[in-house]
């Protein structure tokens, strides 16, 4: 009797482990493709301003739980409030927030957008010096 039940959860526990991963294989596509689509506009955006240089551009990869992400480091010559009003605007379109949040300590100052399921996040560590790095993450 206890064979049975043993062999019975353990059967409902591979069946469980393989329907996450089959539905994590089917929605990578379309986290990987928000993603791109979203450093797609920030490289442009970086690229096309001559006050702003890229420095980074992230492989791309899996966050754990399932989702994808990537980021792009870049250098700014512009203050940190022209540098959050260019960047941030036309990414939000993507992301459909219009909300920013702004978290600052000592050790870092971060302008999240997008919450939820995909964001953007917008940083730079220590004082300001123009470098920056921008994360963007879609998850289930």
């Not at 064979?3 to 329907?19: M, R, Y």
């Not at 959050?84 to 949040?101: R, Y």
Request: proline share 4%; charged share 20%; aromatic share 10%.
């Amino acid at each position: 009797m206890r064979k049975k039940l043993l062999l019975i959860f353990l059967v409902c526990v591979a069946i469980l482990f393989v329907t996450i991963n089959i539905r994590d294989s089917m929605q990578r596509p379309f986290h990987r493709e928000r993603v791109n689509n979203f450093i797609t506009v920030a490289k442009d955006i970086i690229q096309n301003n001559d006050q702003l240089e890229i420095t980074e551009i992230g492989e791309g990869g899996r966050m754990k739980g399932g989702g994808w992400g990537n980021h792009i480091h870049f250098k700014s010559n512009l203050s940190e409030e022209k540098t959050v009003e260019l960047i941030i605007p036309p990414l939000q379109a993507i992301t459909g927030n219009k909300m920013i949040g702004k978290v600052s300590d000592s050790r870092i100052t971060s302008y999240q957008f997008g919450f939820a399921q995909f964001g953007g996040d917008l940083l730079y560590t220590g004082p300001y010096d123009g470098n920056w790095e921008l994360l963007v993450i879609s998850q289930p």
